[in-house]
């Protein structure tokens, strides 16, 4: 099987997400696991399964609150790649499998 896009996918981080007062206070930063969890849902709505397993993750920039962000996941099998950007600037990438 060669390897073939399934998601791509834009979507906002809101500036009020539960997750910024604490990360970090004053200078809020999106966490890497609040973009994992979009890349994951979008997976799952593009009916391609379920991310199993995240075999590495590399974190390029930081994402901050308002941003928009489109992530690309591409498969071939079971395992996936993925990344995001923020414009033209990749923020994170990494791979996995499905489930």
Same mark, same amino acid.
């Given at each position: 099987?060669?390897?073939?896009?399934?998601?791509?996918?834009?979507?906002?981080?809101?500036?009020?997400?539960?997750? &910024?007062?604490?990360?970090?206070?004053?200078?809020?930063?999106?966490?890497?696991?609040?973009?994992?969890?979009?890349?994951?849902?979008?997976?799952?709505? %593009?009916?391609?399964?379920?991310?199993?397993?995240?075999? %590495?993750?590399?974190?390029? %920039?930081?994402? &901050?609150?308002?941003?928009?962000?489109?992530?690309?996941?591409?498969?071939?099998?079971?395992?996936?790649?993925?990344?995001?950007?923020?414009?033209?600037?990749?923020?994170?990438?990494?791979?996995?499998?499905? %489930?």
């Amino acid at each position: 099987m060669s390897e073939a896009t399934i998601v791509r996918e834009r979507f906002p981080i809101d500036a009020d997400h539960p997750s &910024l007062p604490g990360h970090f206070p004053g200078q809020p930063v999106v966490p890497g696991v609040v973009l994992l969890d979009r890349i994951a849902a979008a997976i799952e709505r %593009a009916d391609a399964g379920s991310l199993r397993r995240i075999g %590495a993750v590399k974190f390029l %920039a930081p994402v &901050l609150p308002g941003e928009t962000i489109e992530c690309v996941v591409t498969r071939d099998g079971e395992r996936v790649r993925f990344h995001a950007t923020r414009d033209d600037t990749v923020v994170l990438r990494g791979d996995g499998t499905l %489930a």
